[in-house]
């Protein structure tokens, strides 16, 4: 459990004896939707339907609460009350979503997708209800709310009960009748529903015609026809009281409490009164506030009398005011007496230090105006908070406290620092820190990391303005003061350094980063930033040239990322990488193996990024298969799905089919690329779009129509080679080598293309490449039909004859299905046919996303196939989709 | 909520249904009060930003106060 959790906020509420039961309201509840929600302003009733529909459910429902405040706002906080409300209705199947909470730091996108993850396998039906939501402001927790209402299975039922529209897709949810709303109106009681509550709950004599009156006037409001049930009894003429009411024009429920209380001793009315600032009571925090003894019985007394008492467990140990009565209280209290209001709270904050609740102690303190206290108390409550993502909190506190408190308190600056950082703010910071400085009498370990913190926030921003400077800069700053800092402050700002020079093509000294950033990142435990890593440190060894090196760096994580389970984030990417290597040394079975796994593993185990890789890395693969137009399908697909990181985009998706399309003979849209891309064969060079410059010789190339391309094209070859070469870039190098013997061939120079491509068969054999050469089809396989005839074939030679030799590659499928598919197979395969996206098809087929899952894995294997869209292909071929 | 003047600080005024006894000055914290004819309250005064606002706007929500309408006046 990350750290203390107040238990009555998860507290189930039973249902209250004084109510009327409202069957059409709770038979509305229990209709299937992805959302219900209840939205109506305070005092409506919404956690009184919800209690007596909970309790029509029957005991052996499982129900998870979690009663919402504003410290909620806090994703960690957020999360781990929701998933302790969930693990406490059903055992063990938050387990797994409560261990990621703990660790330092947590991701939420984890501990989200492996919450659903379980809740999908585990099956069994729960009710997962979030009161007074609307206390949620923090997008970030809105955002995982909405995550959930996507992705809950049909089994968890998730109700929200708010004073305002959450903000997510209703009207969308709405059409799709996704969504069950009680709704203001829907909450009034009706003239006889309040006839049965006056009458039959509260034992009043109320005629027709007064309950209609009433009913105008409060408008069908239950907080308000309480409050004036209440003040009815024992009145010997209600007909009276309603007739006043009704004449008045004070606002409702403030006319109705000053009513209640003016029936109240005097005892009960101040203890009302004062104890309106807690935010829950008991009555030894009753007595501690009120100065007085008793308070236990007291509050009994008022529950018993119905006087908006909530109980918060089933001892009646702990209540709260409801909270519009709450707020009549407080606003009488503020008017009263407003010079006790300060000591009130710090009545209250000393009991709750005392009791070991350091939260709501601090929140007293700081409401008191007691901020010496407060600053104490909160420099032994950070670190705890800090670990448990509990910043917005700090946030919170730290802008309420005056500036010379915080200095006066040592610890503060420094802690208040790492928190405006974390919270992905920077102002303030640099001012705290010499705060810090100044009272340690010099820097410390904390200090420094801080101060890495900032240079590393700052090297950040400044990569995505592109200013490259700066961000080297800044970035050198932070990986000097991390030296002697923790693993992960190592590995940041290494990582981010290392992106900064692959961008500025200091490509040794990038990976040499990289090195330290991936050791660092691994024995501090964060194995996703590892894997995540691994992709930059093998782009960086690809563009050197060194093969063997990238291979050797997906398998080392590959290693690590099978030490994991569930799936790492990272992991389906690794397998793309290790795929594309596979493939540009010929074992494409290999490549097509590593690809599937990828796909197996699932959206969750894939980072951001490897939505689109996943596709292009497929897409290569068509087209060395000899299908470049499908290709160009799947790339258009990745780049729909692009999205961007910190890595320099040196393989830009355009480019990319620019060259797929010269493969499919489709030199116009090419030539449209080029044209678009505003690209000269004059441009000066960059590691940045040498790319796209190799992608505009080819292009150029390839263009018969004008001789004048083709002498341009080799004149950028050329300066392309020189800087690559500069640059030390292997890779690009080869590259370049091979379009050279090409383009000497293609103007006769037939002697020297040949020795080019000697040179360039001689530095690409150590490595392993092959597609390198035949993927340049035709042209290329007859230059090495010469080479071999000139200078005998070595096996190296004739691996790349063969793969050259531009024969369609064998699927790596059967003829035939070995194994039929299943009836239920069938049912998936045609629904993978459809436009629907995989949860729908789950939804449709009413299994989990799990088992569909399990069906398109098999189906896969047995049409040997690697994707949906080759599935589906397949099956066409194969006439498994004809209508029964 | 008097504020210092600020570029985006504004007079408004907030209409809620029901009248408001002299009690709730404190709680509108430097807002004044009126109680019009038609049974609705106004609240005006000046806020410092839109933030402020919408303080004003949930503390209204928070005490179950029916919203009907807001207009910001000219300066």
Redesign the interface.
């Known amino acids: 459990m990350a750290g203390p959790l107040i238990a009555t906020k998860l507290h189930v509420p039973t249902r209250r004896p004084a109510t009327v039961p409202r069957p059409r309201l709770t038979d509305r509840l229990s209709a299937h939707a992805r959302l219900i929600l209840v939205a109506a302003p305070a005092g409506f009733g919404k956690t009184s339907i919800l209690t007596e529909w909970l309790a029509s459910l029957g005991d052996d429902a499982r129900v998870a609460w979690v009663s919402l405040d504003e410290r909620d706002n806090d994703e960690g906080l957020f999360w781990s009350y929701l998933v302790t409300a969930l693990d406490r209705a059903v055992p063990g199947v938050g387990a797994a979503a409560l261990d990621l909470l703990a660790s330092n730091p947590p991701s939420i996108e984890g501990v989200v997708a492996t919450l659903v993850n379980d809740l999908d396998s585990r099956g069994t039906a729960i009710v997962l209800v979030l009161d007074d939501f609307h206390v949620i402001e923090n997008a970030a927790v809105h955002a995982g709310t909405a995550f959930l209402v996507e992705s809950l299975p049909a089994h968890v039922r998730l109700v929200i009960a708010s004073r305002a529209d959450p903000p997510f897709p209703l009207a969308r949810l709405r059409t799709r009748g996704e969504l069950v709303e009680l709704r203001g109106a829907d909450l009034r009681f009706s003239p006889s529903e309040a006839s049965a509550y006056l009458n039959g709950v509260m034992g009043l004599t109320v005629q027709d015609d007064d309950i209609a009156t009433l009913g105008d006037r409060t408008e069908g409001w239950i907080a308000a026809i309480q409050l004036a049930a209440l003040s009815m009894q024992g009145r010997e003429d209600a007909a009276a009281f309603i007739a006043g009411f009704a004449g008045d024009d004070r606002y409702v429920v403030d006319y109705l409490v000053e009513e209640v209380l003016h029936r109240q001793p005097d005892a009960v009315r101040r203890f009302l009164l004062e104890t309106s600032i807690l935010s829950r009571l008991t009555g030894d925090l009753c007595d501690a506030v009120t100065g007085t003894s008793g308070g236990g019985g007291t509050l009994e007394a008022l529950d018993r009398a119905n006087l908006f008492l909530v109980p918060l467990d089933d001892h009646r140990e702990w209540y709260r005011y409801h909270h519009l009565f709450a707020e009549m209280l407080r606003a009488r209290l503020l008017d009263e007496v407003p010079e006790r209001i300060d000591e009130l709270h710090l009545r209250a904050s000393d009991w709750f230090e005392r009791h070991g609740e350091m939260t709501e102690a601090i929140g007293h303190a700081i409401d008191a105006g007691a901020f010496d206290r407060a600053a104490e108390m909160i420099a032994v409550a950070m670190p705890g908070m800090q670990q448990q993502r509990q910043e917005l909190t700090l946030v919170d506190w730290f802008e309420m406290l005056p500036a010379e408190t915080v200095r006066a308190h040592p610890g503060l600056s420094l802690g208040f620092a790492g928190v405006l950082l974390s919270s992905g703010r920077t102002d303030g910071v640099d001012v705290l820190l010499r705060d810090a400085e100044a009272a340690t009498g010099g820097t410390s370990d904390g200090i420094r990391a801080i101060r890495a913190g900032v240079a590393l926030y700052r090297a950040a921003q400044a990569l995505t303005r592109v200013d490259l400077e700066t961000a080297a800069a800044q970035a050198g700053v932070a990986v000097g003061l991390s030296r002697d800092g923790s693993d992960i402050d190592r590995g940041s700002s290494a990582g981010l350094l290392g992106l900064i020079l692959w961008a500025r093509g200091d490509l040794a000294d990038a990976r040499e980063s990289w090195s330290v950033s991936l050791d660092s990142l691994y024995r501090a435990g964060h194995r996703s930033d590892m894997l995540g890593g691994s992709i930059a440190m093998a782009d960086i060894q690809l563009a050197q040239g060194r093969l063997t090196d990238a291979k050797e760096t997906y398998r080392r994580a590959l290693e690590v990322a099978a030490e994991a389970d569930p799936a790492l984030r990272g992991a389906a990417d690794m397998h793309v990488g290790m795929s594309d290597l596979l493939r540009e040394r010929g074992d494409l079975e290999g490549a097509h193996r590593h690809l599937a796994d990828a796909e197996a593993l699932g959206e969750y185990a894939g980072l951001p990024q490897n939505r689109h890789r996943r596709r292009i890395a497929a897409a290569r693969l068509l087209q060395t298969a000899g299908d470049p137009a499908s290709a160009i399908s799947v790339l258009d697909e990745a780049e729909r799905l692009y999205t961007a990181d910190f890595f320099p985009d040196v393989h830009p998706i355009p480019a990319r089919r620019a060259r797929t399309q010269l493969a499919a003979g489709r030199k116009a849209d090419a030539l449209e690329w080029a044209r678009r891309s505003g690209l000269s064969v004059d441009d000066e060079l960059s590691y940045l779009r040498e790319f796209e410059h190799i992608t505009l010789a080819r292009v150029r190339l390839a263009d018969p129509a004008d001789p004048s391309s083709i002498a341009d094209a080799n004149r950028l070859l050329e300066r392309l080679l020189h800087a690559a070469e500069q640059g030390e870039r292997g890779g690009s190098v080869l590259e370049l080598l091979v379009l050279r013997s090409l383009a000497l061939h293609k103007i006769g120079r037939a002697e020297e293309a040949l020795d080019a491509l000697q040179r360039t068969v001689a530095l690409a054999e150590p490595e392993g490449y092959v597609r390198l050469f035949a993927d340049e089809g035709g042209p290329m396989a007859r230059l090495l039909a010469a080479l071999a005839k000139r200078d005998g074939e070595t096996a190296y030679l004739r691996r790349l004859r063969t793969a050259a030799s531009g024969v369609r590659q064998p699927r790596p499928a059967a003829p035939r299905l070995i194994d039929a598919l299943s009836d239920r197979e069938l049912d998936v395969l045609r629904l993978l046919a459809s436009e629907l996206a995989g949860p729908e098809i789950a939804r449709h087929l009413t299994v989990s996303l799990n088992t569909l899952r399990t069906h398109t894995k098999n189906i896969y294997a047995k049409l040997g196939v690697t994707s949906r869209r080759e599935a589906v292909g397949r099956a066409t071929e194969l006439g498994l989709l004809t209508t029964k | 909520m008097t504020s210092s003047p600020s570029t985006d600080s504004r007079p408004y005024e907030i209409r809620?249904?029901?009248?408001?006894?002299?009690?709730?000055?404190?709680?509108f914290d430097g807002l004044t009060l009126t109680?019009e004819d038609n049974?609705t309250?106004v609240v005006r005064g000046v806020l410092a930003d839109q933030a402020a606002l919408h303080g004003v706007l949930q503390k209204l929500?928070?005490?179950?106060?029916?919203l009907i309408s807001i207009i910001q006046l000219d300066v």
């Open positions: 809620i249904a029901g009248h408001l006894d002299a009690r709730w000055v404190t709680w109680a049974g309250t929500r928070d005490a179950g106060m029916p």
